[in-house]
């Protein structure tokens, strides 16, 4: 059973920074694709970054470029989202999942999320 747990989300200002962080368990989380999404009130769930398992490439989505950068550590089963320069429209429940396809989410299943709340 794929576990995933999502912390490091809380209120910043706009302009601030906080860092997600992911624990994934129930995977052989070393080998799969891993990526972070986000869903704001009304909205669907988006993507916004992914990371691959060796650690070859990251991509981003266009409007989070430049300001969050994904990183992992298969030893520890986890993956990360710094978030930099934060504005009002990052603000969201962000969620972590297997990647394939570079943008398409890999399990049914999510996490809770972890809440970012963006003051102007």
């Known amino acids: 059973q794929v576990q995933l747990v999502e912390s490091g989300g809380g209120l910043v200002q706009a302009g601030g920074s906080l860092r997600l962080s992911c624990r994934a368990s129930g995977l052989l989380f070393s080998r799969i694709n891993m990526g972070w999404f986000r869903q704001a009130p009304g909205k669907e769930r988006e993507f916004v970054a992914a990371h691959d398992w060796s650690g070859t490439y990251t991509y981003y989505a266009d409007s989070v470029k430049g300001r969050f950068t994904i990183s992992r550590d298969n030893a520890k089963n986890t993956v990360y989202l710094q978030m930099n320069n934060l504005t009002p429209e990052d603000a969201a429940v962000y969620y972590c999942?297997?990647?394939?396809?570079?943008?398409?989410?890999?399990?049914?299943?999510w996490g809770q999320g972890t809440q970012v709340t963006v003051s102007s």
């Open positions: 999942n297997g990647v394939i396809r570079t943008t398409t989410p890999m399990y049914e299943s």
